[in-house]
């Protein structure tokens, strides 16, 4: 079984580019050059380079002594959340904006919901010096407020979208018609592993930098390249793209993705897309959809901004329907314990995202001699008022 894209930009009966025929060119370009511009010993070097002194990476492979002892397993958490900017976010962008200066595009676009997305983004443009334009559901700039300071702060323009629910799909309707307006000077950075074919293998690449230095990380500490288990929480699937990525075809690590469940999957208000969802066409791709009877799109909920998404990215789906991967789901409680449970065990306030893949810890028994390594994807910094809200702190 091949769990990579094929040469047609499908992930078994996932994936392809189901785009208007105006974007044609845009995404053509792209498919037609990201491998060959990858490959480039220069960009190699400029990419290695950042994520080392600007990224901070490699980023730690850490031992969670207390947090091991009380499951009885030994837990790695793989530390994205002390990259630049708070989260694995910024590998992407960093390759996306290094990916549009070798195609000559001079503006940069970009969608975010929570603003995770929108801050790497304007960082890396602040970085590089190129326009930055950011669609911003008008609900969300409500609610998410400092980072669309930050993004400001960094010289980037935000756009409310003002149409629909004014949340994350708005803003990402309203991109891709900057995108067909502008097809010549301008390169969106999509902030997932989700989109039109080359994008969900072009940030899984970038982001595969994660699966890279966890191989000789734990050989380092363990004595072997491989975990037993290999965990992340899943929104669009990036981070969870790049813990996995070296592992796919490793037979013997288990691969577990965890989605939110919100108030709990049954409860009309959630994200479980792997329970929920029926195949469908999202942002250009055929994936897991959750929808209503006759495909309209379901809003989704959970008490983390970065999972509350109602698809989830093609190879994620093709990793779902050929058992490769184990889906779970987490509610917006079990999630928000287990995230308290590690700041008290180990020290470390977590996104609510990461929290997600921390509770699976009490709902699943792993063996006292299985190696499991977490991702971590970003830091709580953005989500203290939800966690003041939350334990009335
Ligand atoms: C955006 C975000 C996610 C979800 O996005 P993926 O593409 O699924 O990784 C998870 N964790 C954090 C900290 C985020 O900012």
């Avoid at 499908?10 to 994936?15: K, M, P, S």
């Avoid at 200066?101 to 983004?121: D, F, M, N, P, S």
């Avoid at 690590?253 to 208000?269: P, Q, R």
């Avoid at 009877?293 to 999972?307: F, H, V």
Wanted: proline letters at 4%; glycine letters at 10%.
């Amino acid at each position: 079984m091949n769990y990579n894209v094929n040469e047609k930009g499908y992930y078994g009966e996932f994936g392809g580019a189901f785009i208007p025929e105006m974007l044609y060119p845009n995404v053509e370009e792209l498919r037609q050059n990201y491998l060959k511009v990858m490959a480039e010993p220069d960009f190699q070097n400029e990419f290695n380079q950042l994520l080392k002194d600007y990224v901070g990476r490699p980023s730690p492979l850490y031992f969670a002594k207390r947090l091991s002892e009380k499951y009885n397993t030994k837990i790695y958490l793989k530390r994205e959340d002390l990259n630049h900017t708070g989260a694995h976010k910024i590998n992407n962008t960093i390759g996306q904006i290094l990916m549009a200066k070798r195609l000559g595009k001079t503006r940069i676009i970009a969608e975010t919901g929570a603003g995770q997305h929108g801050v790497a983004t304007a960082t890396v443009c602040a970085l590089m010096g190129l326009e930055c334009i950011v669609y911003m559901g008008e609900i969300d700039i409500a609610r998410q407020a400092p980072n669309v300071a930050r993004m400001k702060m960094l010289g980037a323009k935000v756009v409310p979208a003002l149409s629909g629910s004014r949340t994350l799909k708005d803003a990402t309707n309203e991109a891709i018609r900057d995108w067909i307006n502008n097809p010549v000077n301008t390169h969106y950075i999509i902030g997932s592993a989700i989109g039109p074919h080359p994008y969900p293998d072009m940030v899984t690449r970038f982001q595969a930098v994660i699966s890279e230095e966890i191989k000789w990380q734990l050989k380092e500490q363990e004595g072997r390249e491989n975990p037993d288990y290999v965990a992340a929480c899943i929104g669009g699937g990036s981070n969870a793209a790049g813990t996995y990525y070296h592992f796919l075809h490793e037979d013997n690590v288990k691969i577990i993705a965890v989605e939110a469940a919100g108030l709990g999957v049954d409860s009309g208000e959630s994200a479980a897309t792997s329970v929920l969802g029926k195949e469908g066409i999202i942002h250009g791709c055929k994936t897991l959809l959750m929808q209503t009877n006759d495909g309209q799109i379901t809003e989704p909920y959970s008490i983390s901004a970065g999972l509350d998404y109602p698809g989830v990215g093609p190879m994620h789906a093709h990793l779902c329907k050929t058992g490769r991967a184990e889906f779970m789901s987490i509610t917006d409680d079990e999630a928000m314990k287990a995230g308290l449970e590690l700041c008290e065990l180990e020290g470390i306030i977590p996104a609510i995202e990461s929290s997600h893949a921390l509770a699976i810890f009490s709902q699943k028994e792993f063996k006292p001699d299985d190696v499991v390594v977490m991702s971590l994807s970003g830091r709580g910094d953005k989500d203290l008022q939800n966690y003041i809200d939350y334990f009335k702190i």
